[in-house]
């Protein structure tokens, strides 16, 4: 095998542990950072546990609430993690918003959904 193709055999393989290491594939019709932009709302929330909830944060949060593995991966995104977002204090949220069709007991990372 040439070193060139050995090189790009190796890029492609980065790339796609890069890829699925980051979340892809989580969000169907995004991907996990993007999805964190729309949590915008919930950055005080997601911070502060006593923080109130916005009502526009629950709307975001239900939608993705809907797919958890989508919600982990956006509640553990690097865009949250730049945001300055507490996973712990961010894995309550729905409960925060009531949320009765929340995952309760999903494993997001190291959090459990209360």
């Known amino acids: 095998m040439e070193a060139s193709t050995k090189a790009l055999c190796f890029l492609a393989l980065f790339l796609s542990v890069a890829i699925s290491t980051n979340g892809a594939g989580e969000c169907p019709k995004s991907t996990p950072d993007n999805e964190a932009m729309k949590l915008a709302p919930c950055a005080s929330a997601a911070q502060d546990a006593n923080a109130a909830v916005p009502s526009s944060c629950c709307t975001q949060v239900k939608k993705l609430g809907r797919n958890p593995k989508c919600l982990c991966a956006v509640m553990l995104s690097n865009m949250a993690k730049m945001a300055g977002i507490n996973?712990?204090?961010?894995?309550?949220?729905?409960?925060?918003?009531?949320?009765?069709?929340?995952?309760?007991?999903?494993?997001?990372?190291?959090?459990?959904?209360?």
């Open 87 to 114: 996973p712990q204090i961010a894995i309550g949220i729905p409960k925060r918003c009531n949320l009765a069709d929340r995952p309760v007991g999903y494993k997001c990372g190291a959090y459990t959904l209360p």
